[in-house]
């Protein structure tokens, strides 16, 4: 398995919530290096510009709006296999299907509200880093 690194947003909702080091722990248990953080207010245009290829969808303003209702902590993660590792943790988008023992099922109040982002691809990964930290 090859060492990968992916981007990880802890979003507002779990920042509210006062979870980002419970959140953070997971990853470093499973074995996954932060080697990059940043706490942020995400602008309209950043949000926008992130999550471009939902802006057809009929849930993107609502998205937008979340993602820039509070701070969020943006990461590059690595490890081995990291970026599906990273989806395994954070489990399914609608909190209510996500496994027991994952982020969302534990932190996550709603599909809307669902306390991480994690890359779903190498395209996207390599994408989100530039994103945020422009390497
Ligand atoms: P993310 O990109 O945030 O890691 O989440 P994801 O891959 O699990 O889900 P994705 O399909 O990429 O959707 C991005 C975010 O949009 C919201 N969403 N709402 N109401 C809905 O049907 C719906 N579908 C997606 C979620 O907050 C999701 O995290
Ligand atoms: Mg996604």
Known sequence: MAIER??????????????????????EAADLKVVDMQMKQLSQADAEGFYAEHK????????????????????VLEGEN??????DLMGATNPQEAAEG??????????????VHGSDSATSAEREIAYFFGK
Do not use: Y
Not at 68 to 73: M, N
Not at 102 to 115: G, L
């Open 56 to 75: 057809e969808r009929p849930f993107f303003a609502d998205l937008v709006a979340f993602m820039t209702s509070g701070p969020v902590v943006v990461q």
């Open 82 to 87: 990291a970026i599906a590792q990273n989806r």
């Open 6 to 27: 992916t981007l990880s947003i802890i979003k507002p909702d779990a920042v509210a919530k006062n979870v980002i080091g419970q959140i953070v722990a997971r990853f």
């Open 102 to 115: 994952t982020i969302r099922r534990d932190f996550a109040e709603s599909i809307d509200a669902n306390a």
